[in-house]
């Protein structure tokens, strides 16, 4: 199972900037707009010191963390949902990840066409904001007399909800911001919309930005980014500059609602894993094999500090610490598990 976080923004804003950081992959970086035009994806590794801890006490030959991809999906600018500048098939891409991580050019620089004309993040928000809700009406509009021809009773239903939400997305608010309730969720979930995926909003900036209206954002300047990444850990050192790439990354993973496990393979690779939250240990065991999932029986399981404490597996169980979980067991965020089969 993986999860995956498309980077969107205006063309030039620093996208394909920070995916390289991120990924630390060659991407076509460039000061014209649509660079990119394939999305990039790239896997990048969930910063964990759990692992670590876990990993000093277990000695494994491996440790492995978990991951999350990241996409480069490349610029958007006004009327993308009709097809400018190739904005239609971008949006698609959009529809395959699972949140929206959004960058907001805050910062000048002449030699880099600003393609707002101006630095100003409400207005970008908005725009960006505007090709997400059209390009969801377009899919309403198309959807809803289609299913109303078909006209069998679930359709029906359907309908309804879809004609609910389609006055809200006319009324330019967000599907997420919309009070849906678990049925109806599901209900619309095969469809993808692109306004029902968490945004992050990350500004592209090197000074504290003040803003009219409260939008909850990150802000890093990611030509900094990209600068320590060509570093060495000495020169880092030297110039007393450090990453924050790592907070970006545990912000998306938290963004996503998703939990890291453990398992430790009787001793010979730790490794982090990822499921979403409330998932059973059954499916947990579905991310790492899939007989796991199918034949499941039972499991072992010890939160991640409690194994620290303990000093080894074996110190742990004769603690009485290792706790048998049965198949309706929901995984807990840290906990380390032995699947039995
Ligand atoms: N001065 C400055 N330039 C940046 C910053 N971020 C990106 N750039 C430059 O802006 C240009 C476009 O960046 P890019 O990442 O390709 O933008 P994209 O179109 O959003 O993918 C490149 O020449 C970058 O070096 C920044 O924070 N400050
Ligand atoms: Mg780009």
Redesign the pocket.
């Known amino acids: 199972m993986s999860f995956s976080v498309g980077i969107v923004?205006?063309?030039?804003?620093?996208?394909?900037?920070?995916?390289?950081a991120l990924t630390k992959k060659e991407v076509?970086?460039?000061?014209r707009?649509f660079?990119?035009i394939n999305p990039n994806i790239g896997i990048v590794r969930v910063p964990d010191q759990r692992l670590t801890a876990i990993a000093e006490v277990i000695k494994p030959q491996k440790i492995t963390p978990t991951t999350i991809e990241f996409i480069?999906i490349?610029?958007l600018i006004k009327g993308a949902h009709k097809g400018e500048g190739l904005g239609n098939q971008f949006l698609s891409h959009i529809r395959n990840c699972d949140a929206i991580l959004e960058?907001v050019?805050i910062?000048?620089?002449p030699?880099?066409e600003n393609v707002l004309g101006e630095i100003n993040p409400e207005k970008e928000i908005e725009i960006i904001k505007l090709e997400l809700l059209m390009k969801d009406l377009e899919t309403l509009n198309n959807l809803i007399p289609k299913l109303e021809k078909k006209g069998e009773k679930k359709d029906l239903k359907r309908t309804e909800i879809l004609k609910k939400i389609k006055n809200s997305v006319s009324g330019g608010k967000l599907i997420s911001e919309l009070e849906l309730n678990d049925k109806e969720k599901k209900e619309i979930k095969d469809y993808q919309f692109l306004t029902t995926k968490p945004i992050i909003y990350l500004f592209?900036?090197?000074y504290k930005v003040s803003l009219n209206s409260q939008i909850l954002h990150l802000e890093l300047?990611?030509?900094?980014e990209?600068e320590i990444t060509e570093l060495s850990e000495h020169e880092k050192q030297e110039l007393e500059m450090k990453s924050h790439l790592d907070q970006i990354i545990t912000s998306c993973y938290n963004t996503l609602d998703l939990i890291t496990f453990f398992t430790i393979k009787g001793g010979e690779e730790t490794r982090a894993w990822t499921v979403k939250q409330n998932s059973n240990i059954k499916t947990a065991g579905g991310v790492v094999h899939s007989d796991f999932e199918k034949k499941f029986i039972r499991a072992e399981v010890i939160p991640w500090q409690k194994l620290v404490d303990a000093n080894s597996w074996t110190q742990a169980r004769n603690k009485g610490w290792i706790q048998t979980a049965g198949k309706d067991y929901i995984v807990r965020d840290g906990d380390v598990i032995e699947f039995k089969i």
């Open positions: 923004g205006l063309p030039n804003v620093g996208k394909s900037t920070l995916f390289k076509a970086i460039s000061p707009p660079t990119t480069d490349a610029g960058v050019r910062f000048d620089n030699k880099v592209n900036t090197n300047n990611l030509k900094d990209q």
